[in-house]
């Protein structure tokens, strides 16, 4: 482990990487300060400078955005109550009315120890967990891979939010149905590519993230801006270049964030790893936990401004950032839509994540994990003094704003492919995730079930070979069957237990 | 009827209306013989998810999780039209027109599209960022794109 760390060390800090660190944790908290842009979209508009790098500094370009997206999606909950992403919505519960009070300084320091606590508390467990994971995983076989990608698809479709579940699985199925358009990879059939050259090679994945991500959501904003410039985006222009405050921490306020810090962490990375439950449900489950630890008189102040209640979600969501790597890393299956964006971005490079990763490419394996490390540290010396500075991005106003972000969303996936027609299936694709997001249907596990789509019929075409033409693979063999029985609980369970809720106050209320 | 046709039916129609196209195009896969006796072949998986997403899309148009009516009225659909159509057109001219020119022209009406009147500031914002934008592409990374119109090039 020495070894990896060294190796990760030296890789992460060359001169150059080094930069990549610094830029990415920058870019990162501006994209990620706009509201509506989160991370996913912060990591996919970065996928076409990444793919010009070598591996190592392109994982590490987007992992340092990834942190500062969370940082800068954090900063705007803060500072005007408009949270990039679900994860940091719990911050603004208390962030918002302590930056009210004229404490938006403090705020902002107490998110930054927070989020760079979280994250360096969850990468030493990363730094622990991971290795021992790849070397148990190396045992896994085709026929494995295949339950845990089921798994790993039903995990997210699970946790995509109350009543959604079966939304969220159609969802999963769509990407999972445009992830075989192209020629197959076994026999070299033409697929759905209605006679079109263009879609041999299938759909690029970047294309297909940008269009469901960056430009849906800039359309959206767009068509949300209906009779011009309003009451609230004058307001957010000035909560955004009001007087910050300090941004000195008292002792006493350490000491009521030390053991918050360390049970968020823990939670954090522990809901993290788990695939599909994410940052968001850290986040929320920390700050509830808070509240009911706090006790009576320290819990009256959730809401209005506590300390408790702003660094619980902020450590949380950064620990399940760092967790969610786990089984990106030593199984090759993505716990998020974001880490299935670095998914396909490693794919693009010809790496294929998963336990023999740790062995194959040991500089990528190990500079992700020490660059997190480093990224957390970019974030608190660098990004909380310029805060004030990078703050300012909000008060641009969106007739700026939206349009270069459609034009840097399209820009990414032609400077790519330099091929026109990717422009108009980006924009059939926009229209198609415009109209599915405004009927409230999740485009994550979309994304997931595309990036996943080719390996699952690789693994499971793989596994047929393997098994004589026979399907008996799938309970015969015990870690295949455990897994799938996993999955099938994680797929009732959601459904069964608010029944049984139901049931059980139903009787009491006979 | 409008009771009937919520956001969750709507968009359960809707993608019931793909998959059963994509259902039918996946028994256009041209298999050889061979190909077509085997457990496993380009078919297998197409058929799989067809099938699974008929019965999903069925599942949610029959039982609604949210019964939420469709409103459209707070949004600006045409503003929104307007911008595909910008979107497109940017597609098509880029290379004949050029990266500079297509690109600067594409942000100008699109910030006048969202409000901005004042023509100098509409070139001000747009014609730098362009600009800088490609010399970063083409110095920086190694990106080379035409940046003048076909009539102008050599």
């Known amino acids: ?510 | 009827m409008g009771k009937f046709f919520n956001k969750d039916r709507v968009g359960g129609l809707l993608l019931l209306a793909f998959c059963v196209t994509y259902a039918l195009l996946s028994q256009d896969i041209r298999l050889l013989p061979i190909q077509a006796r085997a457990a496993f072949n380009a078919r297998t998986m197409p058929e799989i998810f067809a099938v699974l997403g008929v019965g999903l899309s069925l599942l949610v148009i029959v039982f609604p999780s949210s019964r939420e009516p469709i409103s459209l009225r707070q949004f600006a659909l045409g503003k929104c039209a307007l911008f595909l159509i910008l979107m497109s057109a940017y597609g098509f001219t880029v290379r004949p027109l050029g990266f500079l020119l297509s690109t600067s022209l594409f942000l100008m009406i699109g910030f006048a599209m969202l409000g901005e009147r004042n023509v100098l500031k509409l070139v001000a914002v747009a014609v730098p960022i362009v600009v800088l934008f490609w010399l970063l592409m083409t110095q920086g990374l190694d990106v080379f794109i035409e940046p003048l119109p076909a009539v102008l090039r050599d």
């Open chain 1, 1 to 510: 482990m020495l070894d990896g760390i060294l190796i990760g060390l030296t890789t992460a800090l060359s001169l150059q990487n080094l930069a990549f660190v610094m830029i990415g944790c920058l870019v990162g908290t501006f994209i990620g300060m706009l509201p509506g842009l989160g991370p996913m979209s912060a990591i996919a508009l970065m996928i076409p400078i990444a793919s010009t790098l070598d591996p190592a500094a392109g994982i590490i370009l987007m992992a340092a955005v990834y942190y500062g997206a969370i940082f800068g999606g954090s900063t705007s909950s803060i500072l005007i109550n408009a949270p990039g992403v679900a994860s940091t919505v719990a911050t603004s519960f208390d962030g918002y009315p302590m930056a009210k009070s004229g404490k938006a300084g403090k705020a902002l320091a107490i998110a930054a120890y927070s989020s760079f606590s979280g994250g360096v508390i969850a990468a030493i467990f990363l730094l622990l967990a991971a290795p021992y994971l790849a070397s148990v995983s190396l045992a896994f076989q085709s026929t494995d891979y295949f339950a845990l990608m089921v798994l790993g698809l039903v995990a997210v479709a699970a946790f995509a939010g109350s009543g959604g579940l079966v939304k969220a699985l159609l969802m999963t199925v769509v990407g999972l149905m445009l992830s075989t358009v192209g020629t197959d990879q076994t026999q070299g059939v033409p697929r759905f590519t209605l006679g079109m050259l263009d879609l041999i090679d299938g759909i690029s994945f970047l294309l297909l993230v940008m269009a469901t991500f960056a430009l849906s959501e800039a359309l959206l904003a767009i068509m949300r801006t209906k009779g011009g410039d309003t009451d609230a985006s004058r307001k957010q222009e000035r909560d955004a270049t009001r007087e910050l405050g300090s941004m000195a921490v008292s002792k006493e306020e350490v000491r009521e964030m030390v053991p918050v810090i360390g049970r968020s962490s823990v939670l954090g990375f522990i809901i993290g790893v788990l695939p599909g439950a994410g940052a968001t449900i850290a986040s929320f489950l920390a700050y509830g936990t808070e509240q009911r630890l706090a006790g009576a008189k320290k819990g009256k102040l959730f809401g209005k401004g506590s300390v408790r209640g702003l660094s619980a979600p902020e450590t949380a969501n950064n620990a399940a950032a760092t967790g969610s790597f786990v089984p990106l890393l030593t199984l090759g299956i993505p716990g998020s839509g974001t880490t299935a964006i670095m998914l396909g971005a490693l794919i693009g490079y010809g790496i294929q994540p998963g336990p023999r990763l740790y062995l194959d490419a040991p500089d990528v394996f190990w500079s992700v994990i020490v660059s997190m490390w480093i990224g957390n540290i970019v974030l608190l010396i660098l990004n909380l003094p310029l805060i004030p500075y990078i703050a300012r991005v909000l008060a641009i106003p969106s007739r700026f704003l939206l349009p270069l972000i459609l034009f840097f969303s399209l820009i990414g996936v032609y400077f790519v492919s330099f091929n026109t027609f990717d422009i108009q299936l980006m924009v059939i694709f926009a229209v198609a995730a415009v109209t599915l997001r405004i009927l409230d249907f999740p485009m994550a596990p979309m994304i997931l079930g595309f990036i996943l789509g080719g390996m699952m019929e690789e693994n499971l075409r793989r596994a047929l070979l393997i098994n004589d033409n026979s399907w008996s693979f799938l309970w015969e063999r015990p870690l295949t069957l455990s897994i799938l029985v996993i999955a099938a609980l994680v797929l009732i369970v959601p459904i069964v237990l608010p029944m049984l809720r139901k049931k059980k106050t139903e009787m009491q209320g006979d």
